[in-house]
Protein backbone atom coordinates (compact mmCIF):
# COMPACT_ATOMS: atom_id res chain seq x y z
CA UNK A 1 0.00 0.00 0.00
CA UNK A 2 2.48 2.41 0.77
CA UNK A 3 4.88 1.58 -2.29
CA UNK A 4 1.54 2.93 -4.31
CA UNK A 5 0.88 5.93 -2.59
CA UNK A 6 4.74 6.66 -3.01
CA UNK A 7 4.10 6.25 -6.54
CA UNK A 8 1.10 8.15 -6.52
CA UNK A 9 2.62 11.05 -4.74
CA UNK A 10 5.79 11.00 -6.48
CA UNK A 11 3.83 11.58 -9.62
CA UNK A 12 1.58 13.42 -8.08
CA UNK A 13 4.48 16.23 -6.82
CA UNK A 14 6.53 15.86 -10.14
CA UNK A 15 3.51 17.32 -12.26
CA UNK A 16 3.15 19.95 -9.47
CA UNK A 17 6.74 21.27 -9.76
CA UNK A 18 6.80 20.96 -13.73
CA UNK A 19 3.69 23.12 -13.51
CA UNK A 20 5.67 25.33 -11.50
CA UNK A 21 8.05 25.96 -13.67
CA UNK A 22 6.41 27.25 -16.60
CA UNK A 23 7.37 30.39 -17.39
CA UNK A 24 3.96 31.06 -17.40
CA UNK A 25 3.25 30.09 -13.89
CA UNK A 26 6.13 32.37 -12.78
CA UNK A 27 4.79 35.41 -14.78
CA UNK A 28 1.11 34.90 -12.86
CA UNK A 29 3.12 34.80 -9.69
CA UNK A 30 5.01 37.60 -10.16
CA UNK A 31 2.17 40.01 -11.47
CA UNK A 32 0.03 39.00 -8.84
CA UNK A 33 2.44 40.72 -6.37
CA UNK A 34 1.62 44.19 -8.74
CA UNK A 35 -1.79 43.91 -8.03
CA UNK A 36 -0.67 45.19 -4.19
CA UNK A 37 -0.20 48.68 -3.24
CA UNK A 38 3.52 49.48 -3.26
CA UNK A 39 4.24 49.19 0.44
CA UNK A 40 2.45 46.00 0.78
CA UNK A 41 4.75 44.57 -2.43
CA UNK A 42 8.17 43.52 -0.83
CA UNK A 43 5.90 41.89 1.93
CA UNK A 44 3.93 40.21 -0.21
CA UNK A 45 7.14 38.60 -2.29
CA UNK A 46 8.74 37.88 0.92
CA UNK A 47 5.97 35.94 2.24
CA UNK A 48 5.62 33.93 -0.70
CA UNK A 49 9.16 32.72 -1.15
CA UNK A 50 8.74 31.66 2.29
CA UNK A 51 5.67 29.70 1.29
CA UNK A 52 7.05 28.48 -1.49
CA UNK A 53 10.12 27.31 1.03
CA UNK A 54 7.56 25.60 3.01
CA UNK A 55 5.89 23.80 0.67
CA UNK A 56 9.26 22.41 -1.21
CA UNK A 57 10.18 21.32 2.77
CA UNK A 58 6.63 19.67 3.73
CA UNK A 59 4.85 19.16 0.20
CA UNK A 60 6.23 15.57 -0.53
CA UNK A 61 5.48 14.05 2.99
CA UNK A 62 2.71 15.52 3.35
CA UNK A 63 1.60 14.23 -0.50
CA UNK A 64 2.53 11.04 0.51
CA UNK A 65 0.50 10.59 3.79
CA UNK A 66 -2.56 11.95 1.70
CA UNK A 67 -2.19 9.31 -0.77
CA UNK A 68 -1.81 6.69 1.78
CA UNK A 69 -5.10 7.98 3.50
CA UNK A 70 -6.78 7.79 -0.15
CA UNK A 71 -5.31 4.52 -1.05
CA UNK A 72 -6.29 2.82 2.88
CA UNK A 73 -9.56 4.17 2.11
CA UNK A 74 -10.10 2.70 -1.46
CA UNK A 75 -9.22 -0.66 0.03
CA UNK A 76 -11.19 -0.20 2.76
CA UNK A 77 -14.36 0.56 0.28
CA UNK A 78 -13.96 -2.12 -1.94
CA UNK A 79 -13.64 -4.51 0.82
CA UNK A 80 -16.66 -3.32 1.88
CA UNK A 81 -18.47 -3.43 -1.05
CA UNK A 82 -16.64 -7.33 -2.41
CA UNK A 83 -18.64 -8.08 1.09
CA UNK A 84 -21.99 -6.92 0.95
CA UNK A 85 -21.71 -8.33 -3.03
CA UNK A 86 -20.83 -11.87 -1.59
CA UNK A 87 -23.59 -11.73 0.75
CA UNK A 88 -26.06 -11.08 -1.22
CA UNK A 89 -24.97 -13.51 -3.75
CA UNK A 90 -25.48 -16.34 -0.84
CA UNK A 91 -21.79 -17.01 -0.62
CA UNK A 92 -21.40 -15.33 2.81
CA UNK A 93 -24.36 -16.11 5.75
CA UNK A 94 -24.92 -15.96 9.44
CA UNK A 95 -23.69 -18.97 11.17
CA UNK A 96 -27.00 -21.53 12.28
CA UNK A 97 -26.22 -21.37 15.89
CA UNK A 98 -25.78 -17.50 15.64
CA UNK A 99 -29.02 -17.37 13.80
CA UNK A 100 -31.53 -18.59 16.07
CA UNK A 101 -30.18 -15.24 18.23
CA UNK A 102 -30.66 -12.77 15.46
CA UNK A 103 -34.16 -11.45 14.49
CA UNK A 104 -33.58 -12.07 10.25
CA UNK A 105 -36.11 -11.40 8.14
Request: charged share 20%; glycine share 6%.
Amino acid sequence: MTTLAHWMARNLWRSMLWLMRRQWMKTLQRKSILILPPGMRERAWQGMVRQNRFARRIGLPMLIFMMSLVVGSLLVTGSFLIAMRLYELGYLSVPRRLRRHLILD
